[in-house]
């Protein structure tokens, strides 16, 4: 089989920062269930690999797997990288343009002009600082999941930072069952990094793995926010098979090709 | 004489399975004989060997993540018929050169030898059968291919 293995790790970002935990807050789910895989969606899933070997022994099939974060809560990972940026930008700008309207109104509106410096205000929305410490997107504004400003921060619902996996662990890695590796990608939807592994499909059975996940907290830090990660951990399974190769024709053995010893009219 | 011929063939599983065809460029087929097969990179290759030769097809799908593997090659008589059509066993297993629904396609090796009794300069058509997940709309058929027997080589 040459078909690499997908598998999403689907977080719900707000409960897991309210609850301290990935249980019941992580939905999984993978392209084999075809092959058998169990629990798609949920956040029990086992993943079947079916492997294969020669009459020799060897691994006749080389299993790839790849992880994909996704956060649920999020601006769709679809959208263009620069986005965020560009939005805090252009409200940035937005806020300018309005403020040298204000500045240039007639005199005598100074009671209207209060009022309007709120309003430029709600529009300017919340930055988020930027912190080596604490880590995380930075350069950014709090947006809410249609790409809006968010004003207050504090209590309204904001678009979180996908979350990132930072480990892959546990038996099925210990027992050098799972080769898992974070490699440098070109696709950003993925920022730039995903996690890999290829399987040695030479010894059956279910094995479990932890996921490292870290998740970012918006909180407010000396009068300033910033996103504060949070690590937490979850739990999956591989189930790994493997059958003998076999010759497509005869089932068996390797023959000569299939065609009929018959003189064709020429 | 190259002991084998590789036949690879490339599919581009969710342009097949959206046209429910194999045709307009959901695939193209090569080969690596020395020999001068004619239709590279087309559904209709037709690839020069040898007897005593082996020839082995596989698969690639052009999107690593989708599932196509090869569930059967028949040679096909010149009507176009399968020329080795046997009534399926009374047991209910596939006829020789097929996989049952449910069977690990992965484990097939779709390898065989050129036999000496090809009758050397006619192009031999087969039928290559695909099937991309299990689906109701999950098998392919494509009849386009051959093998043509370039006589004994040194």
């Not at chain 1, 930072?161 to 662990?169: C, F, N």
């Not at chain 2, 342009?15 to 959901?26: C, V």
Request: proline residues 8%; charged residues 20%; hydrophobic residues 35%.
């Amino acid at each position: 089989m040459t078909q690499q293995l997908a598998i999403i790790v689907l977080v719900d970002v707000g409960n897991a920062l309210a609850s301290r935990t990935l249980d019941d807050n992580v939905y999984l789910f993978d392209n084999m269930k075809l092959h058998g895989s169990e629990g798609e969606g949920t956040g029990d899933l086992v993943t079947v690999l079916n492997g294969s070997y020669w009459n020799d022994g060897s691994q006749g099939t080389e299993l790839v797997l790849n992880w994909l974060p996704y956060s649920l809560g999020s601006i769709p990972p679809t959208v263009p990288r620069g986005y965020q940026v560009q939005r805090a930008r252009q409200s940035d700008q937005q806020a300018l343009r309005e403020l040298a309207e204000l500045g240039s109104a007639p005199a005598g509106t100074g009671a209207g002009s209060a009022a309007e410096l709120s309003r430029i205000r709600r529009n300017v929305g919340t930055p988020v600082s930027s912190t080596l410490r604490a880590g995380g997107p930075a350069g950014r504004k709090v947006l809410d999941v249609t790409g809006q400003i968010v004003t207050d921060a504090g209590a309204s619902v904001h678009s979180v930072p996908a979350p990132i996996i930072t480990d892959i662990v546990g038996e099925a890695v210990d027992q050098k069952i799972m080769y898992p590796a974070e490699y440098g990608s070109p696709d950003l939807v993925t920022d730039g990094w995903y996690w890999s592994a290829t399987v040695d499909s030479s010894r059956p059975g279910t094995y479990s793995y932890t996921m490292d996940i870290q998740i970012h907290d918006l909180v407010e830090r000396d009068g300033a926010w910033v996103w504060q990660p949070v690590n937490l951990s979850c739990e999956s399974r591989i189930k790994v098979t493997s059958g003998p190769k076999r010759n497509g024709f005869t089932k068996a053995g390797m023959g000569p090709l299939p065609v009929a010893p018959v003189t064709f009219p020429l | 004489m190259k002991p084998k011929v590789n036949i690879v063939v490339l599919v581009d599983v969710i342009g097949a399975l959206s046209d429910d065809t194999l045709h307009n460029g959901n695939l193209s087929i090569v080969d690596d004989s020395a020999l001068r097969s004619t239709g590279q990179g087309t559904t209709e290759l037709c690839t020069v060997v040898s007897p005593g030769q082996v020839v082995g097809w596989s698969v690639l799908a052009v999107d690593l993540q989708t599932p196509v593997e090869i569930r059967s090659i028949t040679f096909l008589d010149p009507e176009g018929r399968p020329a080795a059509a046997e009534p399926p066993a009374a047991d209910g297993a596939p006829p020789a050169g097929e996989s049952s629904a449910g069977e690990q396609l992965d484990l097939d090796d779709w390898t065989a030898v050129v036999p000496p009794w090809m009758t050397p300069g006619v192009p031999y058509r087969y039928r290559l059968e695909l099937r991309m997940h299990e689906g109701p709309h999950s098998l392919f058929e494509l009849d386009t291919p051959a093998l043509l027997c370039g006589g004994p080589q040194n």
